[in-house]
């Protein structure tokens, strides 16, 4: 009962908290933190002993798993080399800079300890780092490079600590350390290929939600275990395993299967990362009275603290200059200095880096300061970076994901999946098919298809695009068959198993109709970004030098106004200047003027939109 009282209390402080934090705009895990702090000295708050084995072994795979599935294998490889120099070579030299610090400022410390610490605070949160980058609207790049790192990151620094740990109880040499090093890692890839491709197999067999889902709990553990069994690095074996099965997921699992895993993992996801930082926080009273019996003075404890940290920030942003330098040395393109500066301050500590510290030896020397110190630099870099990246991001301007580049790039998608599905549709229907049911799927898919171009005209003047008003309505409509469902279920006019399957239905429709909704609130930026680009052709490139026709209209579509109907949204032919209505208007005057003259380009003309279309190769440019 003491258990479930615990965890109740810690779930619903999560939640609070959060929500709190999420409305005024501050750091979760910091706001967490300092809640867990505060209440570790109120009288009667049960104490929580954070048990290092429960996170390294029951809290840190299933975060890194959650992580894994959600980062795109094919960026991965293509930043395979960043990533290796800031999860390693950056590991490995935080380690050595923070263990130097910590063996001159700290009384008695042997080298071998103040490496152990040095690995402990070496490896950057993924999910600090990843929060505050999507919050502040970061590019992308940068973020697939941190997700990356913090991935990585963790194995290289608990392979250093195990090592570091081996050195405090007797002499490591140097061979034997990278020997380690490679032995760990190649355990960890051997398993996680392994299990990530087992996995999938497995999965591919599964046609239940529930039994997948069930399933997928499982693998970070499977993962896991097997690879420190090896002695090899648990955590990498993790991450490869995540990145093969989220890599996989489209073809492997129905729709229904991703959506409940997506979902699931997101919980879970949410409730573990939180409630680690808020035991943290509840972990401060008790580490303050170990090292009280230290016998250290308050002042050295202060110094010790802001040396570990100041080290530990310093070190990054040193390993970034010698990136920056060396690249430029070699005459190898380096990252822009912008994105160098961002790189060096986005590193907030986390969940692994607190489970790192606790799993120090309680004979390690000064382990009760060396934990503190773990401590601060957590809370520390989530002060002084976390609240100031986003100021430093909106300094240098780096430019933020531009929903509208996102549209303009899905549109295009959703075009060729259309027509692609439509050539799928002609293959396999059959003589005996009935005319109007072909028919109908060939409306439903053109329908997806314009409201997704549709979305890009949210500047012009037209009040509702037609994806918009079937939104509305359509909206309406389920309210009132939710309303009538729920007459029927109070009547008891309808078995319960019979409704419950009807409100599933209602739900996914719902969701799909709230999906478009919010995409569409995003957009209405400027598209002259030329990541815009999503192909190029003949025909678009020669229309890039030639100077473009005059108009014939500026804000109608003439046929439209001669045969009386409305428009949505207006495009015009790069070869002679007709202005003519969207695919998306009733009568798709542009596309019939491409029938009529083979004019291949035309343009949008919709407030702050330049992007081209080529009918001829269906490209986007």
Known sequence: MDIAVKIVALVAAVLLVTALARKLDWSAPLCLIVVGLV???????????LDPEVVLLGLLPPLLYATAIRTSLVDFRKNRGPIALLSVGLVVFTTA???????????????AAGFAIGAVVAPPDAVAATAVARRVGMPRKLVRLLEGESLVNDAAALVALRTAIAAIAGSVTLWQVGVDFVLAAAGGVIVGFGVGAVAAMVRTKLDDPVTDTAFSLAVPFIAYLPAEAIHGSGVLAVVIAGLILGHKAPSMLSGASRLASRLNWQTIQFLLENMVFLLIGLQVRRIMSEVGDTGLHVWTLVWICAAILGATILSRVLWMLFIGTGKRLLRTKPWPW???AVISWAGMRGVVTLAAAFVLPTDTPQRAVLVLAALVVVAGTLL?????????VRRLKLPAPDPAVDALQEAALVNDMTRAGLRRLDEVARAEDPPEIIERLRDKVQQRSDAAWEQLGQRSELLETPSAVHRRLRTAMLEAEREQLLTARDAGTADDEVLRRVLDALDIEESM?????EQATLVGRE???PAASAGSCEHLERMKTKAEPEPSATDVCAACVEEGTTWVHLRKCLKCGNVACCDSSPRRHATKHFHDTRHPVMRSIEPGE?????FNDQLLG
């Not at 800079?97 to 080298?111: M, Y």
């Not at 002084?384 to 430093?392: F, I, R, S, V």
């Not at 109709?513 to 909704?517: M, N, P, T």
């Open 610 to 614: 330049n992007w081209r279309w080529c």
């Open 513 to 517: 109709l709230d999906r478009f909704g």
């Open 384 to 392: 002084l970076q976390g609240t100031t990246l986003p100021m430093l």
């Open 527 to 529: 598209l002259n970004t």
């Open 97 to 111: 800079v923070v263990g130097v610090v910590a063996w001159l400022v700290i009384p008695d410390l042997p080298l």
């Open 338 to 340: 912008s994105y160098s």
């Open 39 to 49: 209440a570790s000295y109120v009288p009667g708050v049960p104490e929580y002993h």
